[in-house]
């Protein structure tokens, strides 16, 4: 079965830096693309940034465009999200998410990870 | 940016209810919406992709439905594990959610 585990997760000060990691098992790591997608306290999901199967191309919400980076290991079955210049509002539970594609072609989200708890805080 | 816009954003039901959870997004999305049910601590799960394509394992009483820029979610009879926060995703360009919905107790 498909499991997504996270790590990395803790507390940081404005400014700084933590990379997580997503370990992947249950399927074949580098045929799909991934993404990670966060959540504040009490508040709803957004999507943080992409990566396909590849790593040809990556994708980020302007939220996080310039700070944040996306990479795989596909030899390792693992993702990272490397978070510099990290700010309050950055405060969430960070997914990471497998996604598959409809018979369109089109990438949604099928697996997810059980999350882990970044917080930015002096 | 495409946004999405669920209504209503807190649902009070009773077991055995139809329910109707409404998407709208501001621009047309095709069929390309996507949604998920989560539970509080708990990471979101897949229960409808393609607007109306069952996901594998979910219960037949979910199903969805619309295309262009209008959506809904119905649950056919609420079940006590069905109480949960709801959210849709466009997925045609880029990813965007809608900003849940909760089903709570009557």
């Known amino acids: 079965q498909v499991q997504l585990v996270e790590s990395g997760g803790g507390v940081v000060q404005p400014g700084g830096s933590l990379r997580l990691s997503c370990a992947a098992s249950?399927?074949?790591?580098?045929?799909?693309?991934m993404h990670w997608v966060r959540q504040a306290p009490g508040k709803g999901l957004e999507w943080v940034a992409f990566?396909?199967?590849?790593?040809?191309?990556?994708w980020y919400a302007d939220s996080v465009k310039g700070r944040f980076t996306i990479s795989r290991d596909n030899s390792k079955n693992t993702l990272y999200l490397q978070m510099n210049s990290l700010r309050p509002e950055d405060t969430a539970v960070h997914y990471c998410?497998?996604?598959?594609?409809?018979?369109?072609?089109?990438?949604?989200?099928?697996?997810w990870g059980q999350g882990t708890l970044v917080t930015v805080s002096s | 940016d495409i946004q999405m816009t669920q209504s209503p954003s807190t649902l009070s039901a009773s077991v055995g209810d139809r329910v109707t959870i409404t998407c709208r997004a501001s621009?047309?999305?095709?069929?390309?919406l996507a949604w998920y049910q989560q539970k509080p601590g708990k990471a979101p799960n897949l229960l409808i992709y393609?607007?109306?394509s069952l996901q594998n394992g979910v219960p037949s009483r979910f199903s969805g439905s619309g295309s262009g820029t209008e959506f809904t979610l119905t649950i056919s009879s609420l079940q006590p594990d069905d109480f949960a926060t709801y959210y849709c995703?466009?997925?045609?360009?880029?990813?965007?959610f809608g900003q849940g919905t909760k089903v709570e107790i009557k």
């Open positions: 998410v497998k996604d598959t594609y409809d018979s369109s072609g089109k990438y949604y989200f099928d697996y």
């Open positions: 249950g399927f074949t790591f580098s045929s799909y693309g």
């Open positions: 990566i396909r199967h590849d790593a040809s191309t990556q």
């Open positions: 621009q047309s999305i095709s069929g390309y």
């Open positions: 393609k607007a109306s």
């Open positions: 995703q466009q997925y045609t360009t880029y990813w965007t």
